[in-house]
């Protein structure tokens, strides 16, 4: 069976990385292996068609005005929808890109991906009463109108439903994927090393986040403290662009953590694989809205353990496989603990093997798609 879907994104990977958009264009990339047949829109440059071999196209510049992103949306959308049929199949990746077509949602099935309540993310960085309340409006309006949901994780998927009012019967739990075979396929640890131009003589903890409050980049930091005191070689390294990159290293400044702690700033794409691979252990030190943590799963992928705080779906990805190396909390004490112990020798570590071999079965995207496709299929009947 063919499936014809229509998928409403935030913007294209390759101009406005990030978690929401990586899972987008590989989840787009990996439908047309599988013959369900997607146009992806998002808000972008018109070079998203080319750079996306034609599986998603712009619908106006992210810059534009709200109302005439609004209107672009419904003028690319509407044809598409009247060409294949009420069986068409609307799915929202970003509520705010989809909430314009919700008119047409009684003529069609629609699937909404949850991947983080807007609003709340919003409210966590510091936005506006006004902003908060308008986000949250449209988040209400587009997951009522969902058929069915599908969420990063059963930590998300309890915030559908309490938040949003979403019935359990309709919430589908399918973690994000990631591309298994490009991070497994690395070389050893010192030639990732000798690429990349890291010290080969000190154990390296890698933490790859965007640098904004709820992801615990302050909290790493002053974990770091700890942290030298037990390993004075330790060095830890953060990837990363947001808002917080001055004020985390005028932090590190403060406190003398310069030979530490490391700014990385933007890490491209291509060079993932191996600073994953290179590192001892990985870490992801999120204190709230963690629906799955990307990161963390990458990272395993290319066979490299990860540390996590005891936060959201991040449990979910670490506790099958090492439950050890979950924090107790997300104090900055009880992430260095985890991580001196683990750079000592004193916390058993998976294997490189381990960690890659898990990240295949559970969430290479082969894996990740089909059950996706399933849920659709499912909606359409």
């Known amino acids: 069976m063919t499936l014809a879907t229509l998928q409403i994104g935030m913007e294209w990977f390759t101009e406005f990385p990030g978690g929401l958009n990586r899972v987008y264009a590989h989840l787009l990339a990996e439908f047309s292996k599988q013959g369900v047949t997607a146009l992806g829109l ?28 609004m209107r672009a949306v419904r003028r690319m959308a509407l044809p598409w929808l009247r060409a294949h049929g009420d069986d068409a199949l609307i799915v929202s990746h970003f509520a705010m890109n989809a909430f314009p077509l919700l008119d047409q949602v009684p003529r069609h099935p629609f699937v909404v991906h949850f991947q983080g309540p807007w609003g709340e993310e919003s409210r966590a960085e510091g936005g506006s009463a006004a902003s908060v309340t308008a986000k949250e409006f449209v988040e209400r309006r ?35 994927g990631v591309d298994v075979p490009r991070f497994a396929q690395t070389p050893s640890r010192e030639h990732c090393r000798l690429e990349l131009g890291w010290p080969s003589d000190r154990p390296i903890v890698l933490c790859v986040r965007r640098l904004v409050h709820r992801t615990g980049l302050d909290s790493l930091i002053a974990a770091a403290d700890d942290v030298r005191r037990r390993v ?17 290293q005028r932090w590190i400044t403060a406190h003398d953590l310069g030979r ?13 694989p191996l600073a994953y691979r290179a590192a001892d252990v990985t870490v992801v030190p999120s204190l709230a809205l963690e629906g799955f943590g990307l990161s963390a799963v990458e990272s395993l992928a290319a066979g490299t353990p990860c540390v996590v705080t005891p936060v959201g779906g991040l449990v979910e990805i670490v ?21 001196a112990s683990v750079l000592l020798g004193e916390r058993r570590l998976p294997s490189a ?7 295949r079965a559970h969430f290479d995207w082969p894996v990740i798609a089909t059950r996706v496709r399933a849920v659709y299929e499912q909606a359409t009947h």
Not at 235 to 246: E, N, S
Not at 261 to 272: A, K, N, Q
Not at 321 to 337: E, G, K, N
């Open 42 to 69: 998002v808000a972008g440059s018109p070079d998203v068609e080319r750079m996306s071999g034609g599986t998603a196209r712009a619908f106006a510049e992210p810059s534009a005005p709200l109302l005439t992103r």
């Open 142 to 176: 587009v997951y009522r109108h969902a058929g069915a949901a599908i969420v990063l994780s059963h930590s998300f998927g309890e915030i559908l439903a309490r938040r949003f009012r979403v019935s359990p019967e309709r919430i589908h739990v399918i973690p994000g």
């Open 232 to 248: 004075p070689e330790a060095l830890i390294l953060i990837g990363g662009t947001g808002p917080l990159a001055d004020v985390l």
């Open 319 to 339: 506790r099958p496989l090492a439950p050890q190396l979950i924090s107790q909390s997300t104090h900055p004490s009880d992430i260095a603990d985890v991580l």
């Open 260 to 272: 530490t702690v490391r700014m990385l700033g933007h890490l491209p794409d291509e060079l993932l």
């Open 353 to 359: 093997l381990d960690c890659a071999c898990y990240a």
